[in-house]
């Protein structure tokens, strides 16, 4: 009992030693506002359906930059925010634009902590010596004449920096002009959110943004396929503290090591769907080359191992070859074949009735197998991975094109199908037909579901008609308890036709639309607002 009184009188002399440190600084320190120019400049696309995208939802002009900024003027400023930036002999150009972003935010709340990891560049450390960094909230630390590596650099301006949480921004990106306040928003409207995330898109090498990443929301199993977080990250520095840091052994995919380790804690995680921060590409890095830092998947599939080990999950980790690198897959270790109650699509009769420890496989009598137990196999390995409550496969026609690769809960309860009619080997936005995700809704033809579950739930609600809108009611009625539903794309199912198993379909979706009207308002958790609802590959949504 003491000890939480004595943190909360800690938390709360913090917060107000914040709230002065902060306001002192702006009474000397205005900000500094971007140009016309600077705003005209960074946000110019070489995609022009994305530039239609940019124009609507990021900061153009002056005026809109000093909107926003009156806006962070109402905060107390108890909440700080301290940005980690480890630099290397980086190119002077694209260090002054990284330095600028961060100092032409709308919020005034920030840290910037600069940490010098051995640079020779005599260019390099003139910027850092310039007047640039003359702001109170920059910290710059050189950190002598050997590089010690990213993670060391990186937990050196951690054990440095005076915020609550702590984001990481890398010496050539730029952050979006209001990165910081958005983090803030969400941080002051929930205290309790321990890790934030926000999209992102890249910087091309003609200096123009492409490549957006409009991600999902938190996504346990998305994550064992690899990291589709990175980019713009913040933590609570005491979690950060808590799991130890970043560790050097892991450095290329420190940053996919730290989040992985950080989940096992079961932290909240907010995921902000704007595009705050911009990538770039440059000679010998990732985003441009692949192949440049070949170390870093390498360390990427050891992280991935140790998690694996931590949570005593028996499998092995492998690159997904048929995609780009980054890609990972997990190959669980031989077991015996299941215990399996099929049950044919054609009789609800049967399927209100089950019951017992088997594990339900529910399918149309249209869908077979390519090989029965392999494939039921690959969906049954999932449902040992905790809180994971029904998966689902692939299936694909006979003249290999995409049936199902995954499904879109839309806002008016019908379900978009990405890449359907596509070749079977086409990958995808985030090579969302390839990979192992989350997903809301199960494809109602074929899908495994957790006996537990079953018997929590009591089955499906018959209230509805049509199939498939009880197969939908019952996911969501899953994920309300906690369960989360799977999409694996290595069990491959072939369907002569598209099944269709719905009955009165308008009564039922109106049903299903009144019932989950809240969850349907806020959008689908595993499809990003930004994304257009009416396109089957992912394409941005501009009004």
Same mark, same amino acid.
Request: aromatic share 12%.
């Given at each position: 009992?003491? %000890? ?11 917060? %107000? $030693? ?8 702006? @009474? ?11 705003? !005209? ?12 995208? =940019? ?10 930059? %000093? ?15 301290s ?9 002077v ?10 100092r ?9 902590? $600069? ?12 910027? $850092?010596?310039? @007047? ?17 590596? =990213? ?34 928003? *969400? ?27 409009? %991600? ?19 933590y609570?520095?005491?979690? =950060?503290?808590?799991?130890?840091? &970043? ?43 692949e192949?440049?830092?070949?170390? *870093? ?14 949570? !005593? ?47 339900? &496989? ?9 090989? !029965? *137990? ?25 003249e290999? /094109? ?11 309860? !019908?379900?978009?199908?990405?890449y359907?009619g ?9 090579? =969302? /037909? ?5 997903i ?12 537990? $579950? ?7 609600? /018959? ?6 809108y ?5 996911? &969501? ?31 039922d ?35």
């Amino acid at each position: 009992m003491l %000890k939480k009184i004595l943190r909360h009188f800690y938390r709360l002399i913090s917060s %107000k $030693l914040n709230e002065f440190r902060y306001r002192s600084m702006l @009474r000397f320190n205005p900000p500094i506002l971007p140009n016309k120019f600077i705003l !005209n400049t960074w946000n110019r696309s070489e995609w022009p359906d994305y530039q239609c995208w =940019i124009d609507s939802n990021s900061i153009n002009t002056v005026q809109e930059w %000093k909107r926003a900024n009156r806006q962070c003027q109402a905060f107390d400023g108890s909440l700080a925010i301290s940005i980690v930036t480890p630099v290397f002999n980086t190119r002077v150009d694209v260090l002054r634009e990284c330095i600028l972003s961060v100092r032409y935010q709308t919020s005034p709340y920030w840290q910037l902590i $600069l940490v010098d990891d051995g640079s020779t560049d005599k260019n390099t450390l003139s910027v $850092l010596n310039s @007047r640039l960094c003359d702001d109170p909230r920059i910290y710059v630390i050189f950190n002598g004449k050997k590089g010690s590596g =990213i993670s060391a650099a990186s937990n050196r301006g951690i054990t440095e920096a005076s915020g609550d949480y702590i984001a990481f921004l890398d010496h050539d990106d730029r952050l979006a002009t209001d990165a910081i306040q958005r983090f803030y928003d *969400a941080l002051m409207m929930n205290p309790a959110i321990d890790i934030l995330y926000s999209d992102r898109d890249m910087i091309s090498t003609g200096n123009r943004r492409f490549m957006h990443l409009m %991600k999902p929301d938190w996504s346990p199993e998305t994550l064992l396929s690899g990291n589709y977080l990175f980019h713009f990250m913040c933590y609570r520095k005491q979690l =950060i503290n808590k799991v130890g840091g &970043l560790r050097s052994d892991y450095d290329g995919s420190q940053d996919y090591d730290l989040i992985l380790r950080c989940s096992d804690h079961h932290p909240v995680v907010k995921h902000i769907p704007r595009v705050l921060y911009h990538w770039r590409q440059c000679e010998l890095s990732v985003s441009l080359d692949e192949n440049a830092k070949s170390y *870093a998947f390498d360390a990427g599939i050891r992280a991935l191992e140790d998690t694996l080990e931590r949570r !005593n999950i028996k499998a092995t980790v492998i690159e997904n070859k048929a995609l780009w690198r980054g890609n990972y897959q997990l190959q669980f270790d031989s077991v015996a074949t299941p215990s399996v109650k099929e049950i044919i699509i054609d009789s609800l009769s049967s399927i209100t009735d089950f019951s017992g420890t088997k594990q339900p &496989l529910f399918f149309h009598d249209a869908a077979y197998h390519t090989e !029965n *137990a392999q494939s039921v196999s690959e969906l049954a390995v999932w449902l040992s991975v905790e809180d994971v409550g029904i998966v689902c496969g692939k299936c694909i026609s006979p003249e290999n /094109t995409i049936i199902y690769g995954g499904a879109v809960m839309k806002s008016d309860g !019908n379900v978009l199908f990405p890449y359907r009619g596509e070749v079977v080997t086409e990958p995808g936005y985030m090579a =969302i /037909t390839q990979i192992v995700h989350n997903i809301s809704v199960p494809d109602y033809n074929c899908f495994l579901v957790q006996p537990a $579950l079953w018997a929590v739930l009591g089955g499906f609600d /018959t209230v509805y008609q049509s199939f498939a809108y009880q197969v939908y009611d019952l996911a &969501l009625r899953a994920a309300a308890k906690g369960w989360r539903v799977v999409y694996n794309p290595r069990s491959v199912f072939v369907c002569d036709t598209i099944p269709e198993v719905f009955t009165k379909q308008n009564s039922d979706q109106k049903r299903f639309c009144e019932k989950w009207s809240k969850w349907l308002d806020k959008g689908d958790p595993f499809y990003n607002p930004n994304l257009s609802e009416q396109s089957i590959c992912y394409e941005v949504h501009c009004p």
